[in-house]
C-alpha cells in the first residue's frame, strides 16, 4: 500500500468506456466471478463505466447495473449538497444552545469536526477498497472474521438502512417546519399544526420522487450548479449577518457556557448538547452509496467523501462562529415563535421581507440536499435487497430497464417517508423519536465496519483488497482513532435534551434502536439465515482467511 501522501494526489482517471449489460446472480450464489464476454446483448449497453471500474465489479461479482454519470467533481457536488453542512448547523442547533450554549456550541463542532475528519479517512479508505453501493453492510460481509460476517453483515445492513431512511424522513420534516417557521413570521396569528407539517412533509416527498425517477440523468449536472448556488449563499448569509446582526463579544461566545437542560454539571451538559455538531457532519458516507454510478469509483468516491467534509466542515465553522455572534440572547432565540433560533436572528438582522428572502435560500438549498439524500438511501436500500437483506427484496431491487436507475427503492423510500409523516400527526414525540434513530443507527454502522476492516489489517493484512486510495502505515492508528471517536460519539447519541425526564421529554430513539436491534435479529432467524449469505461469496477470494 502507498502511504497517506497518496491521498492528496488522485490518480489520473481513466476515460469511461461503454460497459456491458446489466443483471444479478440468483439469490443463492454459485459463481464467483462475472465473466463479462458473456452477457446477453438483448439487455440495454451501460455507459459511463472504467476499465477500473469493470475490475472492482468483476472482483465483488456483481454486474454492472446502473449507469455511471457521475465524475470526480459531480460526485464532490453531490456530497457537499447532500450533507449541507453549513445549512443543518444553521437550521438545527436547538439542543446544542440548551445544553452548552454558545460556547458549548463552538468548542463541541471543534472536536467533532476533528473527530469525524478521521472517521471519514477510514471510510474513504473502505470504500477506495470496495466501492460499491452496500457500504457498511458490504464491508462487514467482507471484512469481519469468518464466523461473524453473515449475521454481522446482515444487522449492519438493517441498520444502515433504516438510519439513512429515517435520516431522509428527518430532512423533509425540517423543510416542512420551516415553512411553517416562516408562516409564524408572516402572519403572528397562524398555529402550526401536526397534519399541516405532514402535508408539507407529503409535498416535499413529490418533488423528491420527481427529480430522482425524472431527473436522474442530469442529478450530476444539477449538483454541480448547486455547489455553486451552495456557496454563493453560504456568503450571502454570514455577509448578511456579519454587517446587520446585533453582535455578541467574543468573551461571550468563546466562554460563556449555559445549562438550560438541567444537568449536573456545565461539562455534562456540554456532552449532551453537541449532538448539533454531530447531526451536522454525519453522512460522509453518502457518495460510497452512489459508487456504481460513479465512473472511476475506486479514486473519485474516496476523494469526494474526504475533501468535501473538509470543505463543508470549514465553511461550517465560519458559519458556526458567525452565528453564535449574531445570537445576542439565547433564550429569546429558543422562546422565538418560528421554533427556529436562526429564525430569531435572521428578524434580528433583517426586515420580514428579508427574513423572508433569507429563509428561502436555506430552505432551497436543504431541499435539494433532500432530493441527494433519497437518491443516496435508495441504492444503499437497492443494495441490501439485491443480496437479500430485505423482504420483498426482488422487488425492491428491480432496475427501470431504460433509466436504468433503482426506481422501485426510490418509490420505496419515498413511500418510508410518508409513512413517518403520518405518525406526526397523532404524535409528534414519535416521530421525532424516528427520525432521531438516524444518528445513533449510523454511528453504529461505522463502529461495526471499521472494527472488521481493522480486526482484518491486524490480523490478515494481506487478504485486504489493494486500495488506489490508501491510509498506507497510518491505516491502524487511523482506525483506532476513529472507533475511540465513533464510541464517545455514540455513547452520547442517546441522551435525552433535559432533565427532569418524562414521555415526551426522553429519547426514545435508544429504544427504538434496541428495537431494530432485536428485529433485525428475528428477521435473520426466521428468514435471513436461509435467503442472506452475504456479498462476501461473490467476492474474488470470498473475503476469507
Not at 444502515?160 to 413570521?185: D, H, N
Not at 416535499?204 to 444539477?222: E, H
Request: aromatic share 12%.
Amino acid at each position: 500500500m502507498s502511504s497517506l501522501s497518496h491521498v492528496v494526489s488522485p490518480e489520473t482517471s481513466e476515460k469511461p468506456q461503454l460497459g456491458d449489460s446489466a443483471g444479478d446472480l440468483s439469490s443463492r450464489h454459485d459463481l464467483d466471478v462475472i465473466d463479462e464476454d458473456h452477457v446477453n446483448d438483448a439487455v440495454p449497453r451501460i455507459r459511463g463505466h472504467t476499465k477500473n471500474d469493470k475490475k472492482d465489479m468483476r472482483r465483488l461479482g456483481k454486474r454492472q447495473q446502473l449507469m455511471r454519470n457521475f465524475g470526480g467533481i459531480s460526485a464532490f457536488s453531490f456530497t457537499i449538497i447532500l450533507q449541507a453542512t453549513w445549512e443543518f448547523l444553521l437550521i438545527a442547533n436547538t439542543q446544542g444552545l440548551i445544553d452548552g450554549g454558545l460556547a458549548g456550541l463552538f468548542w463541541s463542532y471543534l472536536w467533532t469536526f476533528f473527530g469525524f475528519s478521521i472517521i471519514t479517512l477510514s471510510l474513504a479508505e473502505m470504500a477506495s477498497m470496495s466501492p460499491t453501493s452496500g457500504g457498511q453492510y458490504h464491508w462487514v460481509s467482507e471484512f469481519a472474521p469468518p464466523r461473524y460476517q453473515k449475521i454481522l453483515s446482515y444487522v449492519t445492513g438493517w441498520m444502515s438502512t433504516l438510519s439513512w431512511q429515517a435520516g431522509t424522513a428527518a430532512g423533509s420534516f425540517l423543510t416542512g417546519t420551516i415553512i411553517q417557521g416562516l408562516l409564524t413570521v408572516n402572519n403572528p396569528n397562524y398555529v402550526p399544526t401536526g397534519w399541516q407539517g405532514t402535508l408539507f412533509v407529503c409535498s416535499m416527498v413529490v418533488v423528491i420522487y420527481i427529480f430522482n425517477i425524472w431527473g436522474a440523468k442530469d442529478l450530476p449536472l444539477v449538483q454541480n450548479v448547486m455547489l455553486v448556488v451552495h456557496t454563493l449563499s453560504f456568503l450571502v448569509v454570514i455577509i448578511v449577518l456579519w454587517v446587520l446582526a446585533p453582535k455578541n463579544s467574543a468573551k461571550v461566545v468563546f466562554t460563556h457556557f449555559t445549562n438550560g437542560g438541567g444537568w449536573s454539571t456545565m461539562g455534562l451538559s456540554v456532552m449532551v448538547g453537541q449532538i448539533s455538531a454531530i447531526f451536522g457532519v454525519t453522512c460522509s458516507d453518502a457518495t460510497a452509496h452512489m459508487s456504481e454510478e460513479v465512473a472511476d469509483a475506486g479514486i473519485h468516491v474516496p476523494n469526494a467523501m474526504f475533501w468535501s467534509y473538509m470543505f463543508n466542515g470549514s465553511l461550517g465553522l465560519v458559519l458556526h462562529i458567525t452565528y453564535l455572534f449574531s445570537i445576542t440572547s439565547v433564550s429569546d432565540a429558543l422562546a422565538d415563535p418560528s421554533g427556529y433560533p436562526f429564525i430569531y436572528v435572521f428578524r434580528s438582522a433583517v426586515s420580514t421581507p428579508g427574513v423572508n428572502a433569507l429563509t428561502a435560500i436555506v430552505l432551497i438549498l436543504v431541499i435539494i440536499s433532500n432530493v441527494s439524500f433519497n437518491a443516496s438511501t435508495s441504492r444503499q436500500t437497492f443494495a441490501f435487497a439485491r443480496d437479500n437483506g430485505l423482504p420483498f427484496s426482488k422487488w425492491i431491487a428491480r432496475v427501470h430497464p431504460t433509466k436504468q436507475i433503482p426506481s422501485n427503492a426510490i418509490l420505496l423510500t419515498c413511500g418510508f417517508t410518508v409513512l413517518l409523516a403520518l405518525i406526526n400527526i397523532g404524535s409528534n414525540v414519535a416521530f421525532n423519536a424516528i427520525i432521531s434513530l438516524q444518528v445513533g443507527a449510523l454511528l453504529f454502522t461505522y463502529l461495526i465496519s471499521i472494527s472488521c476492516v481493522l480486526w482484518r489489517r491486524l490480523h490478515h493484512p494481506k487478504s485486504l483488497p489493494l486500495a488506489r486510495w490508501s491510509l498506507g502505515r497510518w491505516g491502524v492508528p487511523v482506525n483506532v482513532f476513529s472507533l475511540l471517536y465513533l464510541a464517545f460519539a455514540f455513547f452520547w447519541s442517546f441522551w435525552p435534551n433535559s432533565l427532569p425526564v418524562d414521555a415526551s421529554s426522553f429519547n426514545w430513539s435508544v429504544v427504538l434502536f434496541l428495537a431494530i436491534g432485536l428485529l433485525s435479529l428475528v428477521m435473520y432467524a426466521v428468514q435471513g439465515r436461509k435467503v442472506y449469505d452475504g456479498p462476501v461469496v461473490l467476492v474474488e477470494g470470498k473475503g476469507r482467511i
